[in-house]
């Protein structure tokens, strides 16, 4: 039976970084980042909302197509309201693959702290992310943080795991373990 992992958590609390780590010892493991579908959309910036929703609709489509060959999937993505995480849970479903979902946590705090360490980046999905942080409109990434947290406070099935600021050898294990405790999964180290 495939996998397929959401791994939620604030803007900069490390998913890319783990969902690619996690995916390192697993053969064909679509590591799918919808901040990298979105920025293959040209002049999503000019209309960031569409240019969203389109790249999680394109993001449900790869992975129907490669969790029904019986890989596996990581999306690492934050979410702060319920709609996508459904719209997962339902390909999971119809592919018979099994719905993971993580959320990585710390505080609100550090949340902000470890986006603001990383606006220096040249990655273009953390680029992206500053410029539309830097929206005079934009929710801090605290409130955001704590939006996300009140939102999956009513997902039971969520499971918490701690992201260690600048120890991601540490918050990969946090991971690991709590996937393999909850799921009795074979160790993915």
């Avoid at 929703?53 to 596996?72: E, I, K, P, Q, V």
């Avoid at 995480?85 to 339902?90: D, F, H, N, P, Y």
């Avoid at 119809?94 to 040249?122: Q, V």
Wanted: net charge negative.
């Amino acid at each position: 039976m495939p996998d397929l992992i959401l791994l939620n958590g604030a803007p900069a609390s490390g998913k890319s970084t783990l969902a690619r780590l996690l995916a390192d010892d697993q053969d064909l493991m679509l590591v799918l980042d919808i901040d990298t579908v979105r920025g293959l959309l040209t002049r999503w910036e000019a209309a960031p909302t569409p240019a969203g929703h389109a790249a999680r609709r394109l993001a449900l489509s790869m992975c129907r197509t490669h969790l029904s060959t019986g890989n596996d999937v990581v999306v690492p993505q934050f979410l702060q309201r319920e709609a996508f995480i459904l719209e997962l849970a339902s390909v999971a479903a119809e592919t018979g693959a099994r719905f993971i979902e993580i959320c990585l946590t710390n505080t609100p705090e550090i949340a902000s702290s470890m986006f603001a360490a990383r606006a220096s980046s040249d990655e273009p999905n953390h680029r992206a992310a500053k410029l539309l942080q830097g929206d005079p409109e934009a929710v801090p990434v605290s409130d955001l943080y704590n939006t996300m947290i009140g939102m999956l406070a009513a997902r039971p099935q969520t499971i918490f795991v701690e992201s260690v600021p600048d120890d991601v050898g540490r918050s990969l294990e946090n991971l690991r373990t709590a996937i393999d405790h909850r799921f009795g999964l074979e160790s993915r180290s």
